[in-house]
């Protein structure tokens, strides 16, 4: 987290980088089961992916991939299934 915050500070806000960057830390806390602290940054993160690369973008996928990880450590089939959706 250290990490991105020194990033973030020398960075255009909403570049895909640091939108890459909370993706991976998302998806590092879903792992942990630190999921109350990823959702926020892998919703950013794909707002932000989706905003500048487009839905279909690779990247973008990848992080509805994320999203739908943790929606199902959660139990919540019917996020799950919209994000599985979009990570096609």
Do not use: F, N
């Not at 640091?18 to 993706?23: E, G, L, N, S, Y």
């Not at 905003?51 to 139990?75: I, K, M």
Request: a negative charge; glycine letters at 6%; zero cysteines.
């Amino acid at each position: 987290r250290e990490g991105l915050e020194i990033r973030l500070a020398k960075m255009e806000p909403g570049s895909v980088e640091i939108a890459t960057i909370r993706a991976a830390l998302g998806r590092s806390l879903t792992q942990l089961d630190r999921v109350d602290e990823a959702e926020p940054l892998l919703t950013e993160a794909y707002e932000a992916l989706e905003a500048a690369l487009g839905a279909e973008a690779a990247t973008t996928r990848r992080s509805a991939g994320y999203l739908r990880d943790l929606y199902e450590r959660q139990g919540d089939e019917e996020r799950a299934a919209r994000y599985a959706a979009l990570a096609r």
